[in-house]
């Protein structure tokens, strides 16, 4: 029977298999300690958790270490060695906080793997009580252990820490240099790296690979190649040019710092060509926007026989992206799947992104479904291609199936999220956001919060959005744009230029999509000050050939009426868009200068840009206008082969209004009965056009068809009705809609005032017109004229003196029209002096020039009192050249008033002017008539002189 070996003997057996490490004989040993009890055993049971450690059989070292009654230093620090040596970091941490508890402290050993564990956690508070046991023990001086710190707080980002216990360094070697300076590059405080490196040199420290490729890492951080020159210099004195890490950051820094060509050298001087070098070639290339060169590079790459790694695809895919090249895009994703890369995630989101940001959705989300780890940036970059092109509310299903996943969303998620909210006005689910971002302490994050700002403006709530501008802790150009963005769509354009006034006092610049604002607001303005002056700051800053800076300049001058400014402004243009002839044929269909408007129509067609919705509406509208029917019904015929007329109701609106103005009302009924949608406008545009011809019971039959198919009416709506209902004195469908009004708060529009205070005066109902007149919020010039001219044609001119009185009084300024009035007034009551006296205040008191209207006025105002004379005097006076109808006044009174010389006189003047004007010769043939009926002349001779007088005219 075998002897069992004493304590001692095992003692022996487990120093000796310690150092020898052979893991059958620690098992063995093992075994045997368990068979007689002795694992357990203090002294042995140590010693033998360091031998399992040290052979690596750790799981029966833990189990050992469990047992063990009485443990000591050996076994703690042989377990926190082993728990660092297997990177369970978390395991170690915990291990020497259980181990200070028993007043035990751990061995230098112990100590490095610790602070190693603090550096990847990146647990700085273990690793300051790390350093205070370091101090205790008077190990600040071991080199190692403090190279070992410096790293510990660098890697933990806490560089003042790092800076401090390097300073204490009485010995420093290029080890601790490089762990400093990686410390400072990592965070990327470039300056701190350059200056450590600096000193390094000074205190004649050769510099290491690390060292180069830190330092030359912060030279392209802050874009110096200066200095990275001076490295390149040193690199080349250590003869260190060929090695790959080296030669990587060389081409890397001078790519970064846009020295393309000395960096495709340094690449070419390398003696094996890594991909990583090839990548840092590439990504230059996307930085400095040369897409083009990039996919070049890429090719070359290949040719080269470089395999591509995921960083390459990456790279590639989104210059691919970025220059639209589908064909290149679709090879790349061919290239990546035969190289087994397409389940890498920065790789498929490169790819989602690309296939997003081209429209192709389906391919997007079939990359994305194929990844088997996918995560939130994947899914974040499929959000954002399906806001980008408008489907927000699958970009919202999006973000729920991302959630579904156990996948939380990001500033980026919540940022597409709140686009999509602001796109389809989603505004319940934007206060859910709102409500999810503040629990999770997001709200002050500028890039979100600039998110919620653009979401609330957009919708409209300019509350909101102000408010949570507000609470922002800081604004930057973003959040400022959305702001002022808000304010200038929905009309607020005063507030708008303020807040880009404050935003400038707050020191922050503005960009293009700023600018662009501000002067949109400018526009809606007339605000031509501030728009020259924006322009001189666009100038100054170079923005002039930003395509959306350039197309709002050319919109603002053009909506300011400066027609050749913003011509100019458009030919100065670099590249011009659909966007920038829209913007210019707009402003002249608005001027009224519609034959300019169809010129550039055709211009732009002739320069290959294909018209849009806004084009064809702007190109209609002058038609319209100029009433160029023919032109009209060439762009229908192109609308109608586009298909516009099915999907935009824009152009359809266009349309009817177009063959409305140019008279062919039919043609509009037509193209209205065709329309797949209707919408208020639609509606309004008909309705409006049949009153305008006079086809006012067809108007009023229209309206209650609008009403039956469930479109409100609007306020332009009400005023075609009603004057519909004013010239078929129709008071009683005046009232209703009177009442329809009333019910929806439209009475302080000024329109729908005055043309309800216009039906009531039509259908001489003085009393509820002047009902109306009094409650009118604004009274302005055309309500006081509707009311006198109302008066005036019932003939009550005292009512219309006073009302003239009444309207000076109220410091309102009488306008030709009201003047007009007033002399008809004067007309009618017969009140000669008071119509010479209003007429000479017009042009002396209110420096008004009368028109051809005004001495019509005058001469039937002399005509009916029975002075013709006069009136023949201020006809032939008068600064016009006189029509036909103020020589049928004449005509009237001279045959009132039997006057038959001026009579004969004015019958001349009027068939100089037309020929063929029937009514001067009736005019004629009643005179004498009537002197044949007195007696005065013969048949014979009447019919005779007729006849001789009809041929000498």
């Known amino acids: 029977m075998p002897s069992v070996p004493s304590v001692h003997h095992l003692r022996c057996i487990l120093r000796a298999r310690r150092y020898d490490k052979v893991p059958a004989s620690s098992v063995s040993l093992h075994a045997c300690m368990c068979k007689i009890g002795l694992h357990a055993h203090s002294s042995l049971g140590n010693y033998l958790v360091s031998l399992m450690v040290a052979t690596e059989h750790f799981d029966g070292a833990v189990w050992v270490f469990n047992e063990l009654t009485c443990r000591t230093s050996l076994s703690w620090n042989s377990l926190i060695f082993g728990y660092v040596n297997r990177r369970e970091l978390q395991h170690a941490l915990i291990l020497y906080q259980e181990m200070q508890e028993m007043l035990l402290y751990p061995d230098e050993c112990s100590i490095l793997g610790l602070l190693k564990a603090c550096a990847q956690l990146k647990d700085v508070s273990t690793g300051s009580i790390l350093h205070a046991e370091v101090a205790r023990r008077g190990l600040e001086e071991h080199l190692l252990v403090s190279s070992s710190l410096v790293d510990m707080y660098a890697k933990c980002n806490s560089l003042t820490k790092a800076q401090e216990t390097f300073d204490k360094l009485v010995n420093r070697d290029v080890v601790a240099w490089n762990v400093l ?41 802050i874009g110096n190649a200066e200095r990275g020159g001076e490295l390149h210099a040193e690199i080349a004195r250590l003869e260190l040019e060929s090695d790959p890490h080296v030669g990587s950051a060389l081409v890397d820094m001078y790519a970064s710092c846009g020295l393309l060509l000395i960096a495709e050298e340094a690449l070419d001087k390398l003696s094996t060509q890594q991909v990583a070098a090839w990548n840092a070639l590439l990504g230059g290339y996307i930085k400095h926007g040369l897409h083009h060169e990039a996919l070049t590079c890429f090719k070359e790459m290949q040719l080269k026989g470089i395999i591509p790694n995921a960083i390459t695809f990456v790279c590639s895919v989104k210059a691919s992206g970025v220059v639209g090249d589908i064909e290149i895009g679709i090879e790349l994703h061919g290239d990546i799947a035969r190289t087994g890369l397409q389940d890498d995630v920065s790789v498929g989101s490169a790819l989602i992104d690309m296939y997003a940001d081209w429209g192709m959705l389906p391919r997007a989300q079939e990359v994305l479904l194929k990844l088997v780890n996918r995560n939130a940036v994947c899914w974040n970059a499929l959000i954002a291609g399906y806001v980008k092109h408008g489907f927000s509310q699958r970009a919202l299903d999006c973000v ?77 150009v973003v959040s400022w744009t959305a702001l002022i963005g808000g304010y200038a769509k929905h009309g607020f354009d005063k507030e708008s230029l303020e807040h880009f006034n404050w935003m400038q006092l707050e020191g922050v610049f503005a960009n293009s999509a700023t600018y662009a604002c501000c002067l949109k607001s400018c526009g809606s303005l007339g605000a031509t000050d501030k728009g020259f002056d924006i322009h001189v700051e666009i100038a100054r800053k170079g923005l002039e050939s930003d395509l959306l800076v350039g197309n709002a300049l050319v919109d603002m001058y053009a909506k300011c009426g400066l027609l050749r400014r913003a011509h100019e402004t458009f030919l100065n243009l670099p590249t011009r868009d659909v966007v920038s002839w829209n913007a210019l044929i707009g402003g002249y269909t608005k001027d009224g200068s519609a034959e300019e408007a169809l010129g550039l129509f055709e211009q732009m067609q002739r320069e290959g840009i294909s018209p849009d919705a806004i084009t064809f509406s702007c190109s209609l509208n002058a038609c319209g206008s100029a009433g160029a029917r023919a032109k009209g019904q060439e762009i229908h015929y192109e609308i109608d082969k586009m298909g516009l007329l099915e999907g935009d109701l824009i152009v359809g609106n266009a349309l009817v209004d177009m063959y409305v103005n140019c008279g062919l009302l039919s043609k509009a009924k037509e193209v209205f009965d065709k329309l797949p949608a209707r919408d208020v406008v639609s509606w309004t545009t008909l309705i409006a056009g049949c009153v305008n011809h006079e086809q006012h019971e067809e ?40 009442a329809e009004i009333m019910r929806k708060d439209l009475l302080e529009c000024d329109l729908v005032g005055n043309s309800l205070v216009d039906l009531y005066a039509k259908c001489g109902m003085l009393s509820k017109a002047h009902e109306v007149f009094e409650v009118l919020s604004v009274q302005d010039a055309v309500s006081w004229n509707t009311l006198i001219t109302g008066h005036a044609h019932l003939g009550t001119s005292e009512s219309v003196f006073c009302l003239f009185d009444r309207m000076v009084d109220d410091m309102m300024d009488p306008n030709t029209s009201t003047f007009l009035s007033v002399l008809n007034a004067c007309s009618h009551a017969g009140v000669v002096e008071d119509g010479v006296t209003i007429f000479g205040a017009m042009r002396d008191c209110y420096c008004m020039v009368q028109s051809i209207e005004h001495y019509n006025c005058m ?61 001067a010769f009736l005019f004629l043939a009643k005179v004498f008539s009537e002197a044949n009926l007195q007696g005065k002349i013969r048949k014979e001779d009447a019919t005779r002189q007729l006849a001789c007088m009809a041929q000498s005219c």
């Open 181 to 221: 300076i990686a410390g400072y590059t990592r965070v990327g405080h470039w300056e701190e790296a350059l200056l450590c490196f600096k000193q390094m040199l000074s205190e004649g420290n050769t510099p290491s690979i690390s060292t180069l490729v830190c330092g030359l890492k912060a030279c392209a951080g």
């Open 400 to 476: 729920e199936q991302m959630q579904l996943e156990s996948l939380s969303p990001t500033t980026v998620t919540y940022a597409s999220s709140l686009k999509a909210c602001g796109d389809i006005k989603a505004i319940d689910k934007g206060y859910r956001l709102h409500i999810e971002i503040v629990k999770k302490e997001m709200d002050e994050d500028i890039f979100v919060g600039s998110s919620l700002v653009d979401m609330y403006a957009d919708i409209g709530l300019l509350c909101e959005a102000q408010e949570v501008f507000n609470r922002l802790p800081t604004h930057n």
């Open 859 to 919: 001469a039937d105002l002399f005509a009916r009192s029975g002075q013709v004379q006069k009136a023949c005097t201020i006809i032939r006076e008068m600064p016009f050249h006189p029509n036909p109808v103020v020589w049928h006044t004449v005509m009237n009174a001279c045959q009132t008033w039997g006057d038959m010389e001026l009579g004969r006189e004015a019958f001349e003047q009027a068939v100089q002017i037309d020929d063929k004007d029937a009514g």
């Open 699 to 738: 108007a009023l039959q229209y309206y209650e068809k609008m009403e039956q198919s469930g479109i409100f009416p609007n306020s332009v709506t009400f005023v075609s009705s009603l004057r519909a209902c004013g010239n078929m004195g129709l008071t009683d469908k005046g009232q209703t809609l009177h």
